[in-house]
Nanobody, 125 residues
Framework: QVQVVESGGGLVQAGGSLRLSCAAS????????MGWFRQAPGKEREFVAG????????YYADSVKGRFTISRDNTKNTMYLQMNSLKPEDTAVYYC??????????????????WGQGTQVTVSS
């Protein structure tokens, strides 16, 4: 099972950018579908973006399409989330997630096999 640790969160003004990283351990990272989720205060955790093992296919929540880009470097066992044109409503704890099933991008919490500890992203207006 892949274990993951996020980094790169912080405070940014609206319209700014941040890049999150997710460092993974485990020999199966390159074939594990991965995703990013977020949870704002008082709200449920929600899917943000996902990517298959080879990186050829990506998926996004409608709320972030055109602003966020998910990618991965399997040679470094690392996944990224480039976040541009950030809005105050993007403020949340962002979680890296490893998929539970081979080849299936985790888009719901039940599809996640392991979670990172989360990293806070705060966007000021």
């Amino acid at each position: 099972q892949v274990q993951v640790v996020e980094s790169g969160g912080g405070l940014v003004q609206a319209g700014g950018s941040l890049r999150l990283s997710c460092a993974a351990s485990g020999r199966t990272f390159s074939i594990t579908a991965m995703g990013w989720f977020r949870q704002a205060p008082g709200k449920e955790r929600e899917f943000v973006a996902g990517i298959i093992g080879g990186g050829g296919s990506t998926y996004y929540a409608d709320s972030v399409k055109g602003r966020f880009t998910i990618s991965r470097d399997n040679t470094k066992n690392t996944m990224y989330l480039q976040m541009n044109s950030l809005k105050p409503e993007d403020t949340a704890v962002y979680y890296c997630a490893a998929g539970r099933q081979w080849g299936v991008v985790p888009t719901t919490m039940s599809g996640v096999g392991s979670w990172g500890q989360g990293t806070q992203v705060t966007v000021s207006s």
